[in-house]
């Protein structure tokens, strides 16, 4: 059995410049086909647009107000919302609120730096 608490779980840096606390994936735990995980952005902060070549994302914002774009559209997202991301899709994820960004992050395949291309 493999369960990890939030308190024991350590922050690093994604490729695209996000905080991330992962609860599972292929660094944290030995989920190789999906990954759970917290993005904190600050106020003010941005992610670098990338896309994921294999990767479909969902993001479930738990606090904090953003601007998602994702390929040519953008909406405001806020608390409750979640938002699919397809493999392949450019995306940013701007804070536009007032207290850090958080997100949920759910991976499948599982987050990998491999599967992550830089747009900018």
């Given at each position: 059995m493999?369960?990890?608490?939030y308190a024991q779980i350590e922050p690093f840096i994604t490729l695209?410049?996000?905080?991330?606390?992962?609860?599972?994936?292929?660094?944290?735990?030995?989920?190789?086909n999906?990954?759970?995980?917290?993005a904190t952005i600050p106020v003010g902060g941005a992610t670098t647009q990338h896309y994921h070549q294999l990767s479909e994302e969902l993001y479930l914002v738990t606090a904090g107000q953003g601007r998602l774009v994702i390929d040519d559209e953008e909406r405001i997202i806020s608390e409750g919302d979640c938002a699919l991301i397809p493999p392949g899709a450019r995306h940013k994820l701007f804070n536009v609120g007032a207290e850090p960004l958080r997100i949920l992050c759910a991976c499948s395949p599982a987050y990998s730096d491999e599967d992550t291309c830089l747009t900018e």
């Open positions: 493999h369960v990890r608490s695209d410049g996000s905080e991330i606390r992962e609860w599972a994936g292929r660094i944290s735990a030995p989920a190789r999906q990954s759970l995980a917290e």
